[in-house]
């Protein structure tokens, strides 16, 4: 069974979310569902990021989108970037892996770019994506660069956004770390390999072909 960090977190953001039914994260899960104009934007942003020189220029450009930096924007780009590990997790005797891949790292921090329309911190602290990557790269401290982006205008080859915020937020290792992410891939294992839940990916399957 191999899964994904963000698999887990919308794991997580589901169970917290009464109204929410199985076949949403099922979606999500199996990558069936189709991502927001801001999402595709978030995507472009980061492989901008990732050719990037040191520093942050005034203009970046990737795969049809033009980003315009409009504000003072304090980012160290690592020269180690867009790496992917995993981790093996053990529930009831049997192995789960999950895989992350992070925009940055350097020495024992973990770099994570971020575009949104509006900066909420709890969205990012209260959440287990950072977790998930200490405890997978065995790192000791996540730093989110977050960029507050807007949208200005369609072109003919693309799309041009605005950046006008940028936010630092870090989080640190703490002794229980290991055991709650323990904890969250163990309730999302046993889901996965419920009668529901296979009955959900059937029927999804299904429907698809």
Not at 167 to 181: S, T
Request: proline share 3%; aromatic share 10%; net charge negative.
């Amino acid at each position: 069974m191999n899964y994904r960090v963000s698999h887990l977190e919308a794991f997580r953001q589901w169970r917290e979310d009464e109204d929410a039914e199985l076949s949403d994260l099922v979606e999500k899960v199996m990558g069936e569902w189709e991502p927001s104009e801001a999402m595709k934007a978030g995507t472009a942003f980061h492989k901008a990021l990732e050719h990037a020189g040191p520093g942050l220029t005034d203009l970046l450009i990737a795969d049809g989108y033009v980003f315009h930096i409009e504000c003072d924007c304090d980012l160290e780009i690592a020269d180690i970037r867009e790496i992917r590990a995993s981790k093996t997790y053990i529930v009831d005797g049997l192995p789960i892996v999950v895989s992350g891949q992070l925009d940055a790292i350097d020495g024992k921090r973990i770099d994570d770019h971020k575009t949104t329309g509006r900066f909420d911190p709890d969205r990012y602290l209260s959440g287990y994506q950072w977790r998930l990557y200490l405890d997978i790269f065995e790192a000791d401290v996540f730093r989110w660069n977050v960029f507050e982006v807007v949208k200005t205008a369609d072109t003919p080859d693309g799309q041009e956004w605005s950046v006008f915020g940028s936010h630092r937020l870090e989080q640190h290792r703490y002794p229980q770390l290991a055991d709650d992410c323990q904890r969250l891939v163990a309730d999302f294992a046993r889901l996965v390999r419920s009668d529901a839940w296979l009955s959900q990916v059937e029927s999804a399957t299904s429907l698809a072909a």
